[in-house]
């Protein structure tokens, strides 16, 4: 959960706080999570026209699904005590922060030690009923820890998916045309 204007969440009471900054406790608002651009404030807006005020409040907590991101040795560190905190819905981690933070950004035994620490995180997610979140840049790795226990899949990069299917599609189209100048050189009559 750490980055730009979020903070890291490192311990269980860190955890707590994040739960209640992100839900704005239990008779609060949760447009702060969300934003103006979500589109869920004016919701909220139009659910106070039908609902009490703090009954739309419980009902919009209660659709908040809350992942909460390891990046960090200190958060590995108190794993089990995070998850344990009521409230979280799913955890993960942020490979790049995380190798960074590990010191192996970078160097050959990135993937490894990333991986580590995917299957740490999915072992005790699994101790504490959490569903696990991964990060993927293949549809390999996203079949790797769907296979593992993940389940939910997020695909790191949309400009990687189109890449593979034009390299994909350019590969069977030269091929077909590989096949057509093989074809045309024992025929030459044939064009």
């Known amino acids: ?105 970078g160097t050959p035994d990135q993937g490894k030690v990333i991986d580590e620490y995917r299957t740490r995180l999915i072992e005790a997610a699994a101790r504490h009923g959490k569903d696990v979140s991964m990060l993927v840049g293949s549809i390999e790795q996203g079949e790797q820890w769907i296979r593992a226990g993940a389940k939910i899949i997020c695909y790191s990069s949309e400009v990687e998916i ?3 299917g034009i390299m994909d599609a350019a590969k069977r189209l030269h091929a077909v045309s590989r096949q057509v100048e093989a074809l045309s050189k024992k025929n030459p009559l044939r064009t």
């Open 1 to 105: 959960m750490a980055g730009k204007g979020k903070p890291a969440v490192v311990g269980a009471r860190c955890a707590e706080d994040a739960l209640l900054a992100q839900t704005g406790g239990t008779e609060k608002s949760v447009s702060c999570l969300f934003g103006l651009a979500s589109g869920l404030l004016p919701m909220l807006q139009d659910a106070r026209n039908w609902l009490p005020v703090g009954e739309t409040q419980r009902f919009l907590n209660a659709q908040m699904h809350l992942a909460i991101m390891f990046e960090s040795q200190q958060a590995f560190d108190n794993i089990d005590a995070i998850m344990s905190v009521p409230g979280i819905h799913a955890v993960t981690l942020g490979p790049s922060d995380l190798a960074q933070e590990l010191g192996v950004l």
């Open 162 to 164: 189109l890449r593979r």
